[in-house]
C-alpha cells in the first residue's frame, strides 16, 4: 500500500523525523539496505544503544519505521507505504559523503559476516 495523500499531522512528523542527522542517517541505512538490526545500526553509526534505540523509537512513532523479532534479534525497516515519499527525499541527499561512508562500513560488516559464516558452514563439512 502506498500513500496517496497525508494529512498535515503525518507530513510534520515525517519532516521532523528528516530534521535530525541521526534520524536522516538511520532511514538511508533502512532504505537502502530493506531491514537491519539494531546492533548492525550501532556499530555503522557508531552510536550508543540509548541513542539508536531514541530515534528508532521515534521512527516508529511518527509512522515512518516499524519492527519485527525473531528469535533474540529485533529487525526494523521503513514501512511500505513511506518508501515513495522516502524515496523523494532521499534523492536529494542521496550522494552524501556521510551516507556513503555509512554504506560501505555496512557492506564491509556484512561481507565479512557473510565470510565467517560460510567459513563455520564449510568446517562443519569437513
Known sequence: MRLKHINISFGVQLFKAFSDESRVRIIHLLYQNKEMCISDLEMVLEFTQTKTSRHLIYLKSAGLA??????????????DEVLDMVNQLLKYVEKDQVLQKDLEIYQILYSNRELAANRLHNRRWL
Open 66 to 79: 516499524s519492527s519485527r523479532k525473531v528469535d533474540q534479534w529485533v529487525y526494523y525497516y521503513l514501512k
